[in-house]
């Protein structure tokens, strides 16, 4: 199996703060948009245990009905303990794959590793298998252009 996401350690050395808006409406915008003085620092913001936190790079497709597609980044945590229906980071048998955890059949014996996209099939994960529940992704970030 060919890994679907790479794996990057992030940079905390670096620290850039944008300007934003604290809220954003979808109606009509707001007349307090002029007096934005706020900022923020998305690894501050995203990052809540950075000894265990690493990004990816998603490289396919089996995500897609949830919004994880090819291309967008997630952010991992790897302290935190996965629970059932979470987006996790995997090991299976030959590379790394993100799937959403369902461990419906613990009891049978196994888990299933679900995709989100029709055309792929859910991974069986059996006792035997190399299997290292590898962190439990906690935001995407998406490129619209």
Known sequence: MKSDIEIFKPDYATE???????????GFPSPADDYMRS???LT??????????????????SMKDLG??????????RSLEAADGDVV?????DGFTIKRLDKSHQSEGYILLQPANEEFS???VNAGDN???WGVVTYTVKSWR
């Open 16 to 26: 850039l703060e944008l300007q934003y808006a604290p809220v954003l409406m979808a």
């Open 39 to 41: 900022s923020l620092d």
């Open 44 to 61: 501050k913001e995203l990052v809540h245990h950075p000894e265990t936190t690493f990004y990816a790079r998603v490289g396919g497709e």
């Open 68 to 77: 994880i597609g090819k291309g967008d980044y997630v952010i991992i945590d």
């Open 89 to 93: 980071v995997a090991w299976v048998n």
């Open 122 to 124: 859910p991974i069986r």
């Open 131 to 133: 299997f290292i529940l």
